[in-house]
């Protein structure tokens, strides 16, 4: 007979799993105002528990409290991104270079089958099922380094990088791109080269934020010359 205590989640911690999902599904866009009245009516609660779960999700940059106007999904701007990729592409060449000398065959054997799927979803073409199996695949590596302060680190930056990462599988050649980072890294892991699978996923963090440069400067106006703009 089991003592150990009954886990119980509080309402509010389970409110915020779904608002979670839902600003990941893009069902609550970047900038978007949160309707409390409409979330309240919708998930059946008070104001209470949602308000707690909106703290929990300030906390994780994932929505912005604005003092006198409410709460907004949290809009992450290029400088905000560039500063977290940088940052993310050394922890995820950590976590990986961790995994590696950590490992046993179980272990790769568990990878392999993450990586299998992304190879299946990039065949059929599915984005969003390969974005899911490739998170799942990056949280793998994390909890195979057995670095539970690294684990924490990486896992909190994840949450706000999560709410841009799957926009870059729709440039046009990149889901190919980043199946073909993900066969060097498994490659890496495979030959349980240390060095190479933490340069390989550092790469592979490089590139995703190459791949969004390219795409905001897409979406910038182009500037007249100053010749014209003269006339």
Not at 99 to 123: K, M, N
Not at 199 to 211: D, G, I, R, S, T
Request: glycine share 6%; charged share 30%; with cysteine.
């Amino acid at each position: 007979m089991s003592t150990g205590p009954i886990q119980r989640r509080a309402l509010y911690q389970q409110v915020a799993d779904r608002l979670r999902k839902r600003i990941y599904d893009g069902e609550l866009t970047a900038g978007e105002p949160i309707d409390e009245k409409q979330l309240c009516a919708s998930f059946g609660i008070s104001r209470t528990p949602l308000r707690e779960a909106l703290k929990v999700l300030n906390s994780e940059g994932l929505v912005e409290l604005v003092p006198s106007r409410g709460c907004f999904v949290k809009h992450v701007d290029f400088d905000e991104l560039h500063e977290l990729f940088v940052v993310m592409a050394a922890l995820e060449g950590l976590c990986a270079r961790e995994a590696v000398q950590r490992s046993d065959e179980a272990d790769v054997q568990r990878l392999e089958g993450l990586h299998a799927g992304l190879e299946a979803h990039a065949a059929a073409g599915d984005i969003d099922a390969y974005y899911e199996d490739n998170f799942r695949f990056h949280e793998a590596l994390q909890e195979l380094s057995r670095n539970r302060w690294l684990q924490r680190v990486a896992a909190d930056l994840r949450k706000i990088l999560r709410l841009a990462r799957h926009t870059q599988l729709t440039v046009e050649g990149r889901l190919q791109g980043s199946l073909e980072e993900h066969r060097r890294i498994m490659d890496a892991v495979r030959r349980r080269d240390a060095d190479a699978v933490e340069q390989c996923m550092k790469e592979h963090l490089q590139v995703q934020l190459q791949v969004l440069e390219r795409m905001q400067e897409q979406q910038q106006p182009a500037t007249a010359p100053a010749d014209e703009r003269a006339t």
